[in-house]
């Protein structure tokens, strides 16, 4: 009958449009952190469509007290069971250091002891010589992923249940891995293959 099928389009659109009153989660129930880089493509890269995930994006894809503040709702009250952390190769928190980017400002004319971080709330300060490590530089793409699944594993405000894990999108071959699985450095050269030979290995004594 076609009033079967009108109404079940219009169930489908009220509970869509009013989801958080619902208590309806999202598809998957899937809350990700990742980069605002342009060139990191989170739905395709974590193969989920629209409707399937909150997505948090921030510069470098890493634990703020926003991403905390957002990933604590989700966790504690929207029904959310997995986190997932997207960090991508030649992120643009790799091409400075903080002490740098504080220095650029300070230059500018900007007291970056003396700002207000979130000027919605005046009350939430960094002490003298923090900015610096609040704009939150990183040195190793695969180093940080690991460490901010490890802070949101270790994070109060996040449920122990939630399954956290954290994944590298590459820009240069548009693919996803794991952290430190780099398998482009394990296929151009035997020894990087591991090639077996006839040569046996010296044993020390
Ligand atoms: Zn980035």
């Known amino acids: 009958m076609l009033y079967q099928?009108?109404?079940?389009?219009?169930?489908?659109?009220?509970?869509?449009a009013l989801r958080r009153q619902l208590g309806i989660p999202n598809n998957k129930k899937l809350w990700v952190l990742a980069c605002m880089d342009e060139r990191l493509p989170v739905e395709k890269a974590l193969?989920?469509?629209?409707?399937?995930?909150?997505?948090?994006?921030?510069?470098?894809?890493?634990?703020?007290?926003?991403?905390?503040?957002?990933?604590?709702?989700?966790t504690q009250f929207f029904g959310t069971k997995?986190?997932?952390?997207?960090?991508?190769?030649?992120c643009g928190m790799?091409?400075?250091?903080?002490?740098?980017?504080?220095?650029?400002?300070?230059?500018r004319g900007i007291d970056v002891d003396a700002v207000e971080?979130?000027?919605?709330?005046?009350?939430?300060?960094?002490?003298?010589?923090v900015f610096s490590t609040w704009i939150k530089?990183?040195?190793?793409?695969?180093?940080?992923?690991?460490k901010q699944v490890?802070?949101?594993?270790n994070s109060a405000l996040i449920p122990q249940e939630v399954a956290i894990h954290g994944?590298?999108?590459?820009?240069?071959?548009?693919?996803?891995?794991?952290?430190?699985e780099r398998l482009s450095e394990k296929v151009n050269t035997a020894l990087a293959m591991g090639a077996k030979t006839t040569q046996r290995v010296k044993v020390l004594t």
């Open 5 to 16: 099928q009108i109404d079940e389009k219009l169930d489908e659109k009220r509970n869509w």
């Open 47 to 74: 193969g989920i469509g629209e409707g399937d995930a909150h997505i948090f994006r921030n510069a470098g894809g890493l634990v703020t007290d926003d991403a905390i503040r957002s990933a604590m709702l989700k």
């Open 82 to 90: 997995e986190i997932i952390v997207l960090n991508h190769t030649e």
């Open 94 to 107: 790799m091409t400075a250091s903080g002490d740098f980017l504080s220095q650029v400002l300070q230059d």
């Open 117 to 129: 971080i979130d000027p919605a709330l005046p009350e939430l300060k960094l002490p003298k010589g």
């Open 137 to 146: 530089t990183f040195t190793d793409v695969d180093d940080i992923c690991l």
């Open 150 to 153: 490890e802070l949101l594993r």
């Open 167 to 180: 994944y590298i999108w590459e820009v240069e071959t548009q693919s996803l891995r794991r952290p430190y």
